[in-house]
């Protein structure tokens, strides 16, 4: 297979978690209210301890399975873990009871965790130079599964409310075969290291990369900082559009298909032109100065197509972590690269457990009448915030790397 088809491979695998994510959403409260046997608001507390959970377990697994294809290849961890997908969405597909449901959302979180192979797939493939770009094909399946799998979950639940999760189900299992016969390995047997347990988790992880280049703990800081502002998006977007401009569902549906939109368009086709111009570094200030922009016009907006202007701003926020993540594998070897990924997605997953219920009370504190400040978009200058802590921490960083030795440099 050779480096676009591999490429297209990563992709598809990122595509069809994001879809079987996405695929469930529309059905997960009326599935939790009628296997739980509970009213609307109860369910939905319910729904934000298993997203809760499911973060949790990638804060553990992502470290540990970044480890393994390190030490086995990213080949057979990945298969395996779409193969174990494919047969979770399967088991929530036919649970007869709540706690079937909660083993199937805690699993998915670990299978979930395999990003970490994805990242390290591609950075085996890509020459340092183009990681940023191929890095953006991630965000570019994270953005069409975001717009695709909510649609298509919909359409399925309306015919048979379970439906969404045997489609699921059948398109991993379908990706599992396709990999099982087309998909080569990416990493070389002399650059495999030991797997050690005492180790794989992200703070033994980070201690030891940053052995290796001390500017790793910057950009993974910044990355996981980054996360909690960008979570923003999933976790009160659509509330903040109803509360501020009186959207409709429909209305709302529609801006987070715009949303994705434009998010995978910067991404997939604007990291790969924009990149070779700018460099890392700049591509950096540019996203967080579009979030900044953006948040300025959403707190400002007064029609709908302000808010539209807004949005399509506000997608140059994904210039960032594929920059960041681009220059942060360069600053290590070969051999680690799993490890380095793995520590990455299990700090981004604290943003998971913290950034919704976070977002949910700065909303709930900035509107409606016992408001303490009438200002709705405030998850969005929150956000901000964030994103310009995560370009300070990143700048740092960067400018150990520009102030390193040439000869580090190049080993790096």
Known sequence: MNHRASLG?????????????????????????????????????????????????????????GNLSDRFGRRPVMLVAILALGLDYLLQWGAPVFAWL??????????????????????????????????????????????????????????????????????????????FVFLKESLAPENRRPFDWRTANAFSSLRALSGQNETVLWFVAALGVWQLSHIVYPAVWSYMAIAAYGFSTRQVGLALAMVGLTSAMV????????????????????????????????????????????????????????????????????????????????????????????YAQTLAHCSGPAAWIALPTMPMVVSTVFGVVALALFLKGAAKVASAPVEAVAAA
Not at 154 to 172: K, Q, V, Y
Request: include cysteine; charge should be positive; charged fraction near 10%.
């Open 102 to 179: 909660i083993v199937g959302r805690l699993l998915a979180g670990v299978t979930g965790a395999s990003f970490s192979a994805a990242y390290a797939y591609i950075a085996d493939i890509t020459p340092p130079e183009k990681r940023a770009a191929s890095f953006g094909l991630v965000g570019l399946a994270f953005g069409v599964g975001f717009v695709v799998g909510p649609a298509l979950g919909g359409l399925l639940g309306s015919i048979e409310p379970r439906l969404p999760f045997l489609a699921a189900s059948l398109l991993a299992l379908s990706n599992f075969a396709f990999g």
């Open 267 to 358: 991404q997939g086709f604007g990291l790969r032109r924009v990149l070779p111009l700018i460099g890392e570094r700049r591509a950096v200030m540019l996203g967080v100065a579009g979030l900044a922009m953006a948040t300025l016009l959403y707190t400002t907006a007064t029609t709908t197509w302000m808010v539209y202007l807004a949005i399509t701003v506000g997608s140059l926020d994904g210039f960032v972590q594929s920059s960041i993540s681009g220059l942060n594998s360069r600053a290590v070897d070969a051999r680690s690269q799993g490890e380095l990924q793995g520590a990455v997605q299990s700090v981004g997953s604290i943003a998971q457990i913290v950034g919704p219920p976070m």
């Open 9 to 65: 491979f990563v992709f598809v695998v990122v595509l069809i978690d994001m879809l079987g994510f996405g695929i469930v959403i529309p059905v997960l409260p009326s599935l939790i209210m009628k296997l739980a046997h509970v009213t609307i608001s109860v369910a939905a507390g319910y729904a934000g301890w298993l997203s809760a959970g499911y973060a949790m377990m990638q804060f553990v697994c992502a470290p540990v399975i």
